[in-house]
C-alpha cells in the first residue's frame, strides 16, 4: 500500500480562492518533504523543500507567498495555494525519503489542481 | 549545474519490441540515478536505481547501467507490453542524497501497441 497519501487526488476551485493540499507520510517518520509541480506532457519541477519545524526552502522563481508550506508535524506537509489563478492549474505531487540506510523516496498519488 | 537529459518522445512500439531509452545527465559529485515511471492518471513509482558507477538497476525486466564515462543511464527492456505503456523519467539526486531532492528529465512517453 501507499506509504505517502495525498488528499486531494483532485480539486476544482474558483479563481481567487485558496486551496489546501496534504501530503502525509504513512509509515515513517520524515522530517523533509519535498513538493513538485507539473505541467502537462511536461517533467517535475521541484517547487520547495518542505522542513518539519522550520520554514521551507523554495526554488528559485517559486513565489513563496503564492505557495504556502507548513510542516507541522513529522508525518504532515501542507501546500496551501493562495489566491490561485487558471495558470496554476497543474498537477501537484509530493516525495519524502524514508531514511535510514536505503533512504527510498516515496511519492504521494499527487494531486490535480482546476483553477476555473 | 545539474540536469538530466531524456530522449524524446512519445516513443511507440509493438509489443514484444526491444525498448531503449536514453537518459545523460550533467552533474557535480557522484549522482544516484533513478528511473521512474508514471502510469496514466498516477504518481510516480520507483522503477528502478543505481548508486555508483557500473552499477546496474533492475525491476520488472527492465534495466539501465550507471556509466560515469559516457555520463549515462539508459533504460533498456528487451520485450515490451501493452501494460508498460506510460512516461518514464529518468532522475538523479547528488552528493549524500540531499534527503531525497530529485532533479527530473523532461519524461519519455512509452506507447505499447498490441
Known amino acids: 500500500g501507499a506509504v505517502v497519501s495525498q488528499h486531494p487526488s483532485r480539486v476544482i476551485c474558483k479563481s481567487g480562492t485558496s486551496v489546501k493540499i496534504e501530503c502525509r507520510s504513512l509509515?515513517?517518520?520524515?522530517?523533509?518533504m519535498f513538493w513538485y509541480r507539473q505541467f502537462p506532457k511536461q517533467s517535475l519541477m521541484l517547487m520547495a523543500t518542505?522542513?518539519?519545524?522550520?520554514?521551507?526552502?523554495?526554488e528559485q522563481g517559486v513565489e513563496k507567498d503564492k505557495f504556502l508550506i507548513n510542516h507541522a508535524s513529522l508525518t504532515l506537509s501542507t501546500l496551501t495555494v493562495t489566491s490561485a489563478h487558471p495558470e496554476d492549474s497543474s498537477f501537484y505531487i509530493c516525495?519524502?525519503?524514508?531514511?535510514?540506510?536505503?533512504?527510498?523516496?516515496?511519492f504521494g498519488e499527487g494531486s490535480w489542481l482546476t483553477v476555473v | 549545474g545539474n540536469s538530466v537529459t531524456q530522449m524524446e518522445g512519445p516513443v511507440t512500439l509493438s509489443e514484444e519490441a526491444f525498448l531503449t531509452i536514453n537518459c545523460t545527465y550533467t552533474?557535480?559529485?557522484?549522482?544516484?540515478l533513478f528511473w521512474y515511471v508514471q502510469y496514466p492518471g498516477e504518481g510516480l513509482q520507483l522503477l528502478l536505481k543505481?548508486?555508483?558507477?557500473?552499477d546496474k538497476g533492475s525491476n520488472k525486466g527492465f534495466e539501465a547501467t550507471y556509466r560515469k564515462e559516457t555520463t549515462s543511464f539508459h533504460l533498456e527492456k528487451g520485450s515490451v507490453q501493452v501494460s508498460d505503456s506510460a512516461v518514464y523519467f529518468c532522475?538523479?539526486?547528488?552528493?549524500?542524497?540531499?534527503?531525497?531532492?530529485?532533479?527530473f528529465g523532461q519524461g519519455t512517453e512509452l506507447s505499447v501497441k498490441p
Open positions: 516525495s519524502a525519503p524514508s531514511g535510514g540506510s536505503g533512504n527510498t523516496i516515496y
Open positions: 509509515d515513517f517518520q520524515a522530517t523533509t
Open positions: 518542505s522542513n518539519e519545524g522550520s520554514k521551507a526552502t523554495y
Open positions: 552533474a557535480t559529485g557522484y549522482p544516484s
Open positions: 543505481a548508486t555508483k558507477a557500473d
Open positions: 532522475a538523479l539526486s547528488t552528493g549524500n542524497n540531499q534527503g531525497g531532492k530529485l532533479i
